[in-house]
Structure formats: structure tokens, C-alpha cells
């Protein structure tokens, strides 16, 4: 399902960049995919999967790289 997924996700991607668009993806990292466990249905698992994905999205976000994009959005 993944493979699917990020070819749909790489379509819309490039369809929003072709329109002179900047775009930051966030995908779940291997933390999260482990987290989420062999069934993404197993609500027994949602809120450690919350918490990891959170973290990782924040240390992400955080990241120097990350960051300077982001400040274009605050001009």
C-alpha cells in the first residue's frame, strides 16, 4: 500500500510544484512505521503512534534545512 501511496503522493507533488509552488513533504519515518506496527487498523497502538510521530515531526521541523524553509512562510 505504501508504494501506492507515495507514487500518488509524487504525482501531486510535482503537479503542485509545476504551478511554481514550493512544497515540503512530511512522510512517516521509519520510527513511526515501527510504532504503527504490522496493522495501521490496530487502535490499541494510536497513541504511541501519535507521540512518535509528533516527536519526529518536530525534530524534523527543527532541523536547519527545514527551518529556513519555513521562515518563507513567515515574511
Known sequence: GRRLHA???AREVRAVRA???QVLV???GPEVV???GPSSMD???RGAVAQ???DTVRAHLAGD???ARL???RS
Open 52 to 54: 512518535v510521530a509528533h
Open 65 to 67: 534545512a527545514v527551518a
Open 71 to 73: 521562515a518563507l512562510l
Open 43 to 45: 487502535a490499541s497502538r
Open 19 to 21: 504551478g511554481g509552488a
Open 26 to 28: 512530511l512522510q512517516p
Open 34 to 36: 515501527d510504532a504503527v
Open 7 to 9: 507514487a500518488t503522493l
